[in-house]
């Protein structure tokens, strides 16, 4: 595997011990500042103008190194990080942690091991006209095709994907701005049995554009977030019941993130508790306001927000747990790969 330089860096959020003294001497310190800062013009907006690349779907395996994919004019790639010590670019400048290596020349949406840490990947295939879920041998680099479509139509921009005790994979698909006459025409969520067979279990217009996916530890509870950018589309997190034979009823809205950007990826802890990637800091040319900042959004079970994760670098897209207690959690945001430690164990969902 190729080696090649991203920025990974670790973000140290919920910290104590703080001495009182040198809080006053600072609080002092920024009063001359905070006076000039008053009386100055307020600042232009900022806006992005050009966006080179995207990191998306983080995935953790069973050694703690994490699989990412980078997606934008620079091309599409799937990367794995691993973990190692800081090396100095120049005296008095620590660099990132660890090494990032090229594990294939393509990328994906998203991607999430199974139980038996095969790599599962929403994607396009190697010449991006093959939409549909893989399975690979991270070992071997042995891709196997699990779904490509549904009642002979192919998929579109198959997005986000999980999985649930069972082995079963749920996955959501968007079409684009066009629909060719063999591709199935609809924004649907879908899953795919250990048996092969590809159930369409949601579909528009019941829902509208589907993201991020998600089933809850005790396998009770399907999560789907609605991500629809126009002014006036579901920016929201849906929540069903999920039953035993995969099926899904009593949809109702689990969180509220409009009209500032919704929820992209997300993953669950051990209790419960969705990690939500979302939020905006800056615009990005669309209706989305800047109502929600950039950040992990924490909701429980009851739908009530917990805590956000600031995160400090547009766009943020998907999370993941990983670490050998599972609380350390990756977040892939704009050209970087953060991580954080959180109290909470996660799931490998």
Not at 6 to 20: E, R
Not at 124 to 148: H, M, S
Not at 229 to 247: E, P
Request: glycine content about 12%; aromatic content about 6%; charged content about 25%.
């Amino acid at each position: 595997m190729k080696s090649i330089s991203i920025a990974v860096v670790l973000l140290s959020i919920g910290l104590a011990g703080c001495a009182s003294g040198a809080a006053e001497e600072r609080a002092a310190a920024a009063a001359p500042a905070a006076t000039a800062a008053a009386s100055a013009p307020a600042p232009p907006e900022v806006e992005a103008a050009a966006n080179l690349m995207l990191t998306e779907g983080p995935t953790v395996d069973q050694d703690g190194a994490v699989y990412f994919t980078t997606s934008g004019i620079l091309g599409s790639r799937l990367l794995k990080w691993t973990d190692g010590p800081r090396i100095g670019t120049e005296p008095g400048l620590v660099g990132f942690p660890g090494k990032v290596e090229v594990f294939r020349d393509y990328g994906a949406g998203a991607l999430v091991f199974d139980k038996d840490f095969k790599l599962l990947a929403a994607e396009r295939g190697p010449k991006g006209d093959r939409p549909g879920i893989t399975r690979t041998d991270v070992k071997t680099g042995q891709v196997e095709w699990l779904a490509d479509k549904y009642q002979g139509k192919r998929f579109h921009n198959p997005n986000d994907l999980t999985v649930d005790g069972k082995g079963r994979i749920y996955f959501t698909d968007r079409p684009g701005a066009k629909s060719a006459p063999d591709q199935v025409g609809l924004n649907a969520v879908y899953r795919v049995d250990p048996d092969g067979t590809v159930a369409q279990i949601l579909k528009e217009p019941e829902i509208e554009r589907p993201n991020g996916i998600m089933v809850s530890p005790d396998d009770k509870t399907l999560y789907m977030i609605e991500a629809h950018v126009k002014a006036g589309g579901a920016k929201l997190i849906r929540a069903y019941d999920l039953h035993d034979d995969g099926s899904v009823t009593n949809m109702r809205v689990h969180y509220t993130f409009g009209p500032g950007r919704s929820g992209d990826g997300m993953t669950v802890d051990s209790q419960g508790n969705l990690y939500v990637a979302a939020g905006l800091n800056i615009p990005r040319g669309s209706d989305e306001t800047l109502d929600n900042h950039t950040g992990i959004y924490v909701i429980s079970p009851a739908g009530k927000l917990l805590r956000m994760i600031p995160i400090p670098e547009d766009v943020v897209t998907n999370v993941a747990f990983g670490g050998p207690d599972l609380k350390t959690l990756y977040v892939t945001s704009g050209k970087t790969l953060f991580r954080t430690r959180v109290e909470i164990p996660g799931t490998r969902r």
